[in-house]
């Protein structure tokens, strides 16, 4: 060993055994944070559900599943508890497709169609049409940011979690059914839900929140970045809005594409 060699071994013998103790360290597991209430978030949540009640946005969606792959810019208009309407726009923004849903009766229109397709809303209806896996009121929850807690669930375990609180509400018999995740300012962060037997069945994650004012007058923070994942599926959805209004009015024709005397009964059904 050269000299210059022999005084760098005890610096690097020394770094080396920094190094294994870090790995060998048991990691800290996590802790309640007393400072967070469980219970208070989750009616914190619901109180937003309930006050939150419609929007009309402008934004992108980038699909990515197994069978499309797909990222355009949209016009989005929502309103609890399931109606909807999405106008995909082409290249150069002109309207390429129109999809509705109201009152469990669903129209679409794309471009190049002679007929306005329709039909009753059914559960895989916005997975066949956009893959995405959730009921219309689901979506228009997710996509307002403020899930509704199901009811007749009770908190179960809840833990500071990096810098995510985790709460997790579970049935009567104890099992997990959902999971909402909040930063340590009370904004939700990240809601899952879950099946019968324990697996994830959708997850949303809730980023860029910035200041809106709701139609009360009162400034609301609003998630700008939604991000879906439906595993069993293999399909990710990721939602960034831009120039949201929330609680706007939106009159009922806006969710019509055709008088009913105009519609041609079963029609979309394939």
Known sequence: MSPASARRA????LLATIALLAACKTPTPP?????????????????????????????????????????????????RPGTLRVEILGLFRQVAAVLVVRDGVYQLWESGSPEIQQGPVTPNLLWRIARVALAPEEAVDLLLGTPRPA???????????????????VDAEGALFERASFDAEGRLRGFER???????????????????????????????????R????????DVEFDD???DPELAPSLFELAPASRRRAGAAAR
């Open 31 to 79: 802790v309640p944070r007393p400072d967070l209430d469980a219970g208070a978030l989750i009616a914190g949540l619901e109180a937003a559900a309930g006050a939150r009640n419609g929007l009309r946005a402008r934004a992108r969606l980038a699909i990515d599943a197994p069978d499309l792959r797909v990222s355009r810019p949209q016009r989005i208009a929502a309103v």
């Open 10 to 13: 005890p610096g690097l013998l």
């Open 230 to 237: 439906f595993p069993a599926e293999g399909a990710e959805v």
């Open 244 to 246: 949201v209004q929330l």
């Open 151 to 169: 009811p007749g669930l009770a908190v179960g375990a809840a833990r500071w979690w990096k810098s995510r609180f985790d709460v997790e509400r």
């Open 194 to 228: 879950f099946g019968a037997t324990g697996e994830l069945v959708w997850s949303a994650t809730f980023d860029e929140h910035r200041p809106l004012m709701g139609g009360d007058g009162a400034m609301q923070s609003f998630a700008h970045s939604v991000k879906l």
